[in-house]
């Protein structure tokens, strides 16, 4: 393989890997922020040992997701320097802010309420979580506005004199229809990774013999509490997803033609049809059968029975006429690989629906507090924190495969974007050295949640974590 491809799977792997961890802190960090919240309102001392519990495998997941997103910020410089010298107007001003302003609440306010508890008033520490979550939503936003301007780039002009795309309309960015559609898509399926997060884990407890009795109710409740956040968060997610699809049709018609292997238009007053599992011949251009439901992805591509959907060849010849004469877009091929966008498609649709069908049997499993005594539930947990997990990685590699050959759609092809001094070699040592790291910490997220998870949640303290109760006696440990 040469430069091109290794950096493209060094970039794949690190991102994916990445973003295991982003949404599980979005939406984990809501649901110990309402913990907590319960837990003001009620005293009920359980929603106190489940917002530290809770909390403590928050922590966890946080810092290994801080250090595997830094990995991706050197990538820009190391692999992909003509894409940063070309987009660098154009992305600093969203990446800048993220970083001062939406990192800045996060890592701040989460060690405000890590190192905060009964050492400032309970309103105060509770504000610091929900700050937390705030800036996790901050983040998101302003990351998406990044990528949703290399899936339809607007608010900028291309000078040919500096080969740089420069910002003309800042608002344009922020509110690119990519990513008033994405933004919420993928805040669902964070509240789908959040939940099913703390259903895996309350069930497993629920269901072995060494959990003690009391503490059994505690996490039925907090595995009822994951459950419905699964829920919801699938009906977010398929809802939003109906919308991006139809946005992603008039943005980018090709990754909607790949994702059903559509190399034909479909007929004018014929609707196209989406296929639950094909089989073809190994180049993926012949269906020799398929099952499908007939005028689906019309309506998923259009939002009508009988809508017209773009097919891969006559698309093909479209951005041949349209591109051939400009340097940074003119490619031979502008087909995506068809069996991963078809594939991966499928597989994030697939996953979540499994994860959410889980969801729905562990609330019904535990209606009327019946008890979890069958030897599967063990394997169930694992397996409903792993399908959104999964859910999310397929979608973004569909989300970014799809868009292939570009880098900037329609603006810039990814053979552009790669550093042009950059050797085989050079980036085969790193990729071979961060997927070594990855597997360290791989390793040691893995430990220590199965630690950590495993000990299950500390006893309710006894002493008052109201500040105005302490002694004035003892040690003073906090001050600005």
């Known amino acids: 393989m040469d430069a091109l491809d290794l950096a493209r799977w060094q970039f794949g792997i690190t991102t994916v890997y990445h973003f295991f961890f982003v949404p599980i802190t979005i939406g984990l960090s809501l649901i110990v922020a309402i913990m907590q919240t319960r837990w003001l309102k009620t005293r009920n001392p359980e929603w106190l040992r489940l917002t530290k519990f809770f909390g403590k495998l928050f922590t966890i997941n946080f810092v290994l997701g801080l250090v595997t997103g830094i990995v991706q910020e050197f990538q820009f410089g190391m692999n992909w320097s003509d894409y940063s010298r070309f987009v660098g107007d154009i992305f600093g001003a969203p990446l800048a802010i993220e970083a001062l302003l939406a990192f800045f609440l996060e890592s701040t306010f989460l060690g405000l309420w890590i190192f905060g508890w009964g050492r400032i008033p309970e309103r105060l520490h509770l504000s610091a979580i929900w700050i937390v979550h705030i800036g996790t939503l901050i983040s998101s936003y302003f990351i998406l506005t990044a990528n949703s301007f290399m899936q339809n780039p607007v608010g900028y002009r291309n000078n040919p004199e500096t080969g740089r795309a420069e910002l003309t309309d800042f608002v344009a960015v922020l509110t690119n229809k990519v990513q008033l559609i994405t933004f919420p898509h993928v805040i669902a399926a964070a509240w789908m990774s959040g939940g099913a997060f703390v259903l895996g884990i309350a069930v497993w407890h629920v269901w072995r013999n060494a959990t003690p009795s009391d503490d059994k109710a505690m996490y039925r409740r907090a595995a009822r509490m994951g459950a419905v956040f699964v829920l919801v968060g699938g009906i977010g997610t398929a809802i939003t997803g109906d919308f991006q699809g139809k946005v992603m049709t008039e943005v980018q018609p090709m990754k909607m033609a790949a994702a059903e292997a559509l190399y034909e238009t479909s007929p004018e007053g014929e609707g196209a049809a989406f296929s639950i599992i094909t089989i073809g011949t190994p180049d993926g251009q012949t269906e020799k059968w398929a099952l499908t439901v007939p005028d689906l992805l019309s309506f998923l591509a259009t939002g009508t029975l009988d809508g017209e959907v773009q097919g891969i060849n006559d698309l093909q010849q479209e951005y041949e006429l349209a591109y051939s004469d400009q340097a940074l877009t003119a490619a031979d091929n502008y087909r995506p690989i068809i069996p991963v966008t078809y594939w991966t498609f499928r597989w994030m649709m697939g996953t979540g629906a499994v994860a959410a069908g889980l969801a729905a049997l562990a609330l019904w499993a535990m209606r009327k507090d019946r ?71 791989a390793y040691i997220e893995v430990k220590l949640i199965l630690r950590y998870g495993r000990a299950g949640a500390e006893p309710a303290p006894t002493e008052s974590l109201d500040p105005s109760e302490r002694s004035d006696d003892e040690p003073f440990v906090f001050s600005y």
Do not use: C, D, K
């Open 371 to 441: 008890p979890l005594t069958h030897r599967a539930w063990p394997w169930i947990a694992v397996a409903v924190v792993l399908m959104p997990m999964a859910a999310n990685s397929f979608g973004w590699i569909f989300t970014e495969m799809g868009r292939q050959p570009w880098l900037v759609f329609g603006v810039m092809t990814t053979a552009t974007g790669v550093s042009p001094g950059t050797t085989a070699w050079e980036v085969g040592i790193s990729l071979a050295a961060f997927t070594l790291l990855y597997s360290v910490l």
